[in-house]
């Protein structure tokens, strides 16, 4: 089992602040364990419900306030998107007081697919998102492990790749047949699956529905709609486009990149590093890779976070705005980074406080007054803003 300190201070610090906190991300992302690091740390006695065990579910079944209200100290709720009926209850056992226990839900999804939870328990509960293993807890002489398993703690620890593969493809299978469904998904598991992988050659890009509606033969909604849903569910991210009050026309849609790249490379049918660096997504795979590395190194919101891009070929790969300024940070799968025009375009058009080019090279260091080089292998070192 690897400690996962940084993330069980983090939702410790919640906890103090909120009756309720919820561990949100895919199932296998070690939510449960988490869960367990954080219990054992708490200051307290604690108790679990696990919403796929039939006897916890039963005993939550007839009187979930009488089951739920006689626990003290720590209340665990494992993968509540199987029960979203008991937020109502939820709400009324955080408004207690004084407040005998505190509440960590567990589940798969976004609060906007767990039906009810931002309108019940709004300001009683903070969502904590739970991304795969980071570079912080594998070490960062492991980047290059890490780019091609992915985050999840079974491919991470698998003994081979080509295991971690295996394992990767059945959670796939699970995801589209059983997980999907479960959060009121009705879409079939090969269309799903196809959309999915479209998806992982579309890796980087800027979302266009016509492309995709065609190809599948549906309308523009529907493939959207499948958009949404694979978002929701936490696997896919959509990189939201920033507007600057200038002279250009700027991107309008949202990049997508799939989260886990060990998830992408099974997509794409990648099992090895051999056949990662020559695959034609290499660039892209390795853009989202340090994307997600940098957005969990740097605990950033989904608020927080944006690429900017005009017409003209001008953009930068995440803009993030942090204590009233915005830093630009550029991916580059290369060991000799160089300034380029886009990057003093955006230094001029959105007021940058410094463009950092991520790269894959072992040494950081500035290359202009406002363009500083970080090693993808020093991140936790030199990528502070």
Same mark, same amino acid.
């Given at each position: 089992m690897i400690p996962r300190t940084a993330h069980v201070d983090n939702i410790l610090d919640r906890l103090n602040l909120f009756p309720a906190v919820a561990i949100l991300g895919p199932r296998q992302v070690g939510k449960t364990t988490l869960s367990e690091q954080t219990a054992a740390a708490f200051n307290g006695p604690s108790q679990r419900f696990d919403l796929e065990n039939p006897r916890d579910l039963n005993r939550l079944l007839d009187d979930p306030l009488m089951a739920l209200e006689g626990p003290r100290g720590l209340v665990i709720i494992d993968e509540v998107q199987r029960?979203?009926?008991?937020? &109502?209850?939820?709400?009324?056992?955080?408004?207690?007081?004084?407040?005998?226990?505190?509440?960590?839900?567990?589940?798969?999804?976004?609060?906007?697919?767990?039906?009810?939870?931002?309108e019940t328990l709004a300001g009683r509960i903070h969502y904590?998102?739970?991304?795969?293993?980071?570079?912080?807890?594998?070490?960062?002489?492991?980047?290059?492990?890490?780019?091609?398993?992915?985050?999840? &703690?079974?491919?991470?620890l698998a003994k081979h790749d080509i295991d971690a593969s295996l394992w990767t493809m059945s959670f796939v299978r699970s995801f589209l047949e059983r997980d999907l469904p479960e959060l009121g998904v009705r879409v079939a598991s090969t269309a799903m699956r196809r959309f999915w992988t479209m998806l992982a050659h579309w890796q980087g890009q800027t979302w266009n529905s016509s492309v995709f509606a065609r190809s599948f033969g549906v309308a523009d909604t529907t493939v959207r709609r499948y958009l949404d849903i694979l978002t929701g569910a936490l696997v896919v991210r959509q990189l939201p486009p920033w507007f600057e009050n200038i002279r250009k026309r700027q991107v309008k849609a949202p990049k997508i990149y799939l989260r886990d790249t060990g998830v992408l490379h099974t997509l794409l049918g990648i099992e090895d590093a051999d056949a990662l660096h020559s695959h034609p997504a290499c660039g892209a795979s390795w853009e989202g890779f340090l994307i997600?590395?940098?957005?969990?190194?740097?605990?950033?919101?989904?608020?927080?976070?944006y690429f900017w891009g005009t017409h003209t070929g001008a953009e930068i790969d995440l803009l993030v705005t942090h204590a009233g300024k915005r830093f630009g940070i550029e991916i580059k799968r290369t060991t000799s980074p160089k300034v380029m025009p886009s990057m003093r375009s955006a230094l001029e058009a959105l007021q940058l406080e410094e463009v950092i080019v991520v790269h894959a090279g072992e040494e950081s260091y500035r290359l202009a007054p406002q363009v500083r080089a970080v090693s993808a292998q020093r991140l936790n070192v030199d990528i502070e803003i």
């Open positions: 029960r979203p009926d008991l937020f &109502p209850v939820l709400r009324v056992l955080c408004d207690r007081r004084p407040s005998p226990a505190k509440f960590l839900i567990l589940g798969s999804a976004s609060p906007e697919l767990i039906k009810q939870t931002s904590y998102n739970l991304g795969g293993l980071n570079l912080n807890e594998v070490g960062f002489q492991e980047v290059n492990r890490l780019w091609l398993r992915g985050g999840f &703690p079974p491919a991470w997600e590395s940098i957005i969990q190194l740097l605990e950033l919101s989904e608020e927080s976070v």
